[in-house]
């Protein structure tokens, strides 16, 4: 790590972290509520209502979020008949975790990065067997970490201006918060494909793709969110979220390409996507190969692997997995410079150790799966 971490001090990193910390954003809270407060809890009536409040930072997801997420869904799942969670302003329901936080905690040798991604994965777990209906509206921005707080409860909302996306490959990280668990399971290789590219899907087509259970237009949420409080059991529940879906007649954008989709990700190697990629040769293929290399090749191969494995655990085993390899990387430095080249210095050029395919060995990835010791596994005993 040292190495590491004097390479990226040199380019200034530190002090650009120091200098962009997003702790401290001041949000649009109810005025009932202190602005410095970075998640909001209300009671409504027997409903919880959580929002996430960190409107300049796109409400992504820090460490105090996450421990203070933890205790209150606890706590409602004992009280409150459904809970519902949001973002505050119109851009972002969670544009992610705040891997900034992180990355400036281990160029300080602090164990910040261990500790935020056993809390959340922990959270992931809670929200994943929740006994309540848990209901996101995942209206605006929702990827990484705001994937997480979503994608595993009962009913996710999607609205016309919804970006999902699981970019990490691009950071030298891994599609985490249960990624390995859901992207599998949307259908054919889609899951794969969005995994190892971090495609963008908007609007509808997060419906149509798996990830959202229902489509409502953004200026609707409100009394959607008012008919929600009078539901007193989960048949109301599905019934309000019926009347409030719209439908979309438009084709899924990935639509025309499902079928090469599902044939060049089915190779079992990322050199055999790469392969059957150039092999198919069209405008698309051309557009994939080309995003692909720019990815972290450890994060590719390490991804792949993870999604064979997610596919046939629980959602459970699937998070203990991602929290070994969430260890793994902060052991390493393509996370570090993804971080770097795509969020600090925005300079789009990592430079990836290794910097291809093929210096990628099996020992390599297999590495990134080693079990922790004992007393440093996730265990998920809530």
Request: proline share 3%; net charge positive; with cysteine.
């Amino acid at each position: 790590m040292s190495a590491v971490r004097t390479t990226l001090l040199t380019s200034n990193i530190y002090k650009n972290l120091l200098r962009m910390n997003m702790l401290n954003c001041s949000s649009r809270a109810v005025s009932s509520v202190s602005s410095e407060e970075d998640v909001i809890f209300e009671s409504v009536k027997d409903k919880g209502v959580i929002t996430l409040n960190r409107p300049k930072a796109l409400n992504a997801l820090n460490f105090s979020m996450v421990n203070k997420l933890i205790p209150k869904l606890k706590q409602w799942e004992k009280e409150k008949s459904l809970v519902i969670i949001k973002g505050t302003g119109e851009k972002a329901f969670c544009a992610g975790g705040d891997v900034r936080a992180v990355v400036e905690a281990g160029l300080r040798g602090d164990r910040l990065g261990h500790d935020f991604f056993r809390n959340e994965y922990t959270l992931n777990g809670l929200i994943g067997t929740y006994s309540k209906p848990y209901i996101a509206l995942i209206d605006g921005i929702v990827m990484g970490g705001g994937v997480g707080l979503s994608v595993h409860g009962h009913y996710r909302v999607a609205t016309e201006r919804t970006l999902f996306a699981m970019p990490e490959t691009a950071i030298g990280l891994f599609p985490d918060v249960g990624g390995s668990y859901f992207l599998p399971r949307l259908g054919g290789k889609l899951g794969c494909y969005l995994a190892l590219t971090g495609h963008r899907l908007k609007g509808a087509d997060v419906l149509k793709a798996g990830v959202a259970t229902h489509y409502c237009q953004s200026s609707k949420l409100n009394d959607l969110e008012k008919a929600l409080y009078e539901c007193s059991n989960e048949q109301s529940i599905n019934e309000t979220l019926r009347k409030f879906s719209t439908r979309d007649e438009t084709e899924f954008c990935l639509a025309p390409y499902i079928e090469q989709i599902n044939k060049c990700f089915s190779a079992t190697t990322i050199e055999g996507i790469f392969e059957a990629l150039q092999k198919d040769g069209s405008e698309w293929a051309q557009k994939t190969l080309k995003t692909l290399s720019k990815m972290s090749p450890t994060s590719l191969k390490v991804t792949l692997k993870e999604l064979n494995l997610g596919s046939k655990l629980n959602l459970q085993e699937c998070l203990q997995m991602e929290y070994r390899l969430a260890v793994n990387c902060l052991s390493n430095k393509d996370f570090y410079e993804g971080v770097r080249a795509l969020l600090i210095d925005k300079d789009q050029k990592p430079a990836w150790s290794p910097s291809s395919l093929k210096a990628v060995t099996e020992n390599i990835v297999n590495g990134y799966f080693n079990k922790l010791p004992d007393d440093q596994e996730l265990r998920h005993k809530l």
